[in-house]
């Protein structure tokens, strides 16, 4: 009976260290992880956006969004992101945020709107945007295009 306790004793033990290696491994797995700045560091977000870990290009849209958002107010009607085009350039170290935006003609909304392009370009470690343009577009003409010949639907 003795030996049957012992027995016992020595299994918990062993299982206890292997659960304290385990969670010491995850521990050690999530710092590395989340090496960069965070929502602790106090120079990452100065607007408060909450950030979790290294910051993201979702990140760097999310601060071009707001700050095209507070900078237009009820002057932007819509506002729509280029996934295709966004992207980090390591080179530079910036995050690359291009956008779509169309924005009434009066400052209080309402109206005919326009169409612009928005360029956001932000730091990597700290998103703190470094350059941020807002150019309508002066190309867009809207034309049907109709064949000489034929019916309306292209058809002899």
């Not at 950030?51 to 009607?77: F, H, P």
């Not at 170290?93 to 956008?99: D, E, K």
Request: proline share 2%.
């Amino acid at each position: 009976m003795a030996k049957a306790s012992n027995t016992q004793s020595k299994q918990k033990k062993v299982i206890g260290i292997i659960i304290g290696i385990v969670l010491v491994a995850i521990g050690i797995g999530a710092f590395v992880a989340n090496q960069g700045p965070t929502l602790a560091d106090p120079d990452t977000f100065s607007d408060g956006i909450p950030v979790y870990g290294k910051l993201t290009l979702n990140d760097a849209r999310i601060a071009c969004e707001r700050y095209t958002r507070n900078s237009l107010g009820k002057q932007l009607k819509t506002l729509s992101v280029d996934t295709r085009s966004s992207r980090l350039d390591k080179k530079k170290g910036q995050y690359l945020v291009y956008m779509e935006a169309y924005l009434y003609e009066n400052e209080n909304g309402g109206g005919t709107s326009d169409h612009y392009y928005v360029n956001c370009a932000s730091d990597r470690s700290k998103l703190n945007l470094t350059k941020y343009e807002l150019v309508k577009n002066e190309n867009e003409k809207v034309k049907a295009k109709r064949k000489e010949k034929g019916s309306r639907y292209g058809w002899q």
